[in-house]
C-alpha cells in the first residue's frame, strides 16, 4: 500500500440515522463535515487485513474524503475549488454531464416519436458516477457497463452520432444497429459491451483486467498498465458472479475496480428490502479489497474516490470496490410509469441534481462564468440536433449483414457456395413463417 494512504487518519464508519421511511434523514454530504448521515460513508481507500475482532469493531475502517480534503488544505493556503478541480477540468466534467443529461433526454423523445423500439433505459440523475470515473481513464482502460449503457459509451469518447444511430437500428451505429440501446460496444474506444442481463459484464470485466495483468506480467509488456471499471448496480450484487468475480479479482490482484451505481431501486423493488445488509460497500473487506462508499450525486467527491481507486489498480495494487449513492430521475425504463417511488422522495433527490450542484460550485468559486457555461449547454444541443438528424438520414443493415457475428465459420452456413450470404437468397427464409 502507498506511504500516502497508510499515513492518514483512520476512520470508523458513521452510524446511519434513518427516518420511518427506511432513508437516511440528511442525504445532503459537505465534504467538510465527518458527521453526515449518508448511508454508509464517504470514505477514501485503505487495505486493513482482516483481523478477529469484536462484533461491535466489525466495519473495516476506512478513509473519509472530507479528511483528505482536509489534509490537502492544511498543506496549502489555496481555495478548495483549487484543490479538487482545475478550470479546465472543471469544464470537461460540466460538459460531458450536460452531454449525457440532453442525449438520454433527446432519447425519450425519439422513443415516444416511434423512432426506437424495445426497452430505453435512461441515465438521467447518475451521470456524476459515469463522468467521475471515466473521465479519469486512458483510452486503453476499459469498461464495462449494464443496459443503462448510453452515457457510458459517451464518456468513454463514442460519438453521439454512433451512440444515437445505434439506438435508431441503423448501420451507421456502433454496433451497425445490431446492438441496439442495452448492447453499445466499440472495440475503438474499449467500450466491452453493455449487457442486458444484470451481472452479465462483471466477468467480462474481470477477464478484461486479468488480460492486462497476463500482458504485464507474463507478456513482459511493460507499459501495459491497463485499468477496467466495471459498472453495475445494487440489484446485481445479490448475483452469485458479483461474489465469484470479487473473490477471483482480489486471488489474482487484477487491475479493476467495481462501480456499483446504487440507485436504490432494482426495477421496483426497494434496495432496502432486497438484501440482507444495504451497505455493499461492506462486502469489499470481505474479499481483502478495499470497500468505499460515496456520494454518488456530487461528481468531485466521485472523482476524489476514483482517482485513488484508478491509481491503486494501475499501480498493481489491486481491485477496490466502490459503492455510489445515486438515484435516477426517470422510471426504470421508458415503459416504466414509475408510480412505485415516494413522490417526496423522489423531490428529494432532484433537488440534488448533480449538474446543478457542479454548475454553482464552479460559479461560486470562480472557475467559469455564466456565459462560459451557457456557450457549453448551446453546444452539446448542436451536438445532440446533429446525431438525431444524422441517425434519422443512415440507411438500415442490408439483409447481408444478417447472419454476421453469428458463427463462428459464417462459411459453413452463412455463405453459399458462390461466394455470397445464404440470406441475400430469396428462397432462404421461405417457409419460416410456417415454421
Known sequence: MSSALSAMKILQPLPVSTTATGFPENTLLDPLRSNSSFLGSTHKLRFNSLKP?????????VVAVSDVVKEKKLKSNSSLADLLITKEEGLELYEDMVLGRAFEDMCAQMYYRGKMFGFVHLYNG???VSTGFIKLLKKEDSVCSTYRDHVHALSKGVPASAVMSELFGKATGCCRG???????FSKEHNLLGGFAFIGEGIPVAT???FTSKYRREVLKEADCDHVTLAFFGDGTCNNGQFFECLNMAALWKLPIVFVVENNLWAIGMSHLRATSDPE???????FGMPGVHVDGMDVLKVREVAKEAISRARRGEGPTLVECETYRFRGHSLADPDELRDPAEKAR????????????YMT??????????????KKIDEVIEGAVEFADASPLPPRSQL???????????????DGKYRCEDPKFTEGTAQV
Do not use: C, T
Open 126 to 128: 447518475q451521470e456524476a
Open 53 to 61: 475482532s469484536s462484533s461491535s469493531q466489525r466495519r473495516s475502517a
Open 403 to 417: 447472419l454476421e457475428n453469428v458463427f463462428a465459420d459464417p462459411k459453413g452456413f452463412g455463405i453459399g457456395p
Open 178 to 184: 445490431q446492438g441496439g440501446s442495452m448492447h453499445m
Open 349 to 360: 433527490y432532484a433537488a440534488r441534481d448533480p449538474i446543478i450542484a457542479l454548475k454553482k
Open 364 to 377: 461560486a468559486n470562480n472557475l467559469a462564468s455564466e456565459a462560459e457555461l451557457m456557450a457549453i449547454e
Open 207 to 209: 477477464g478484461a483486467a
Open 280 to 286: 455493499i460497500w461492506k462486502k469489499g473487506p470481505a
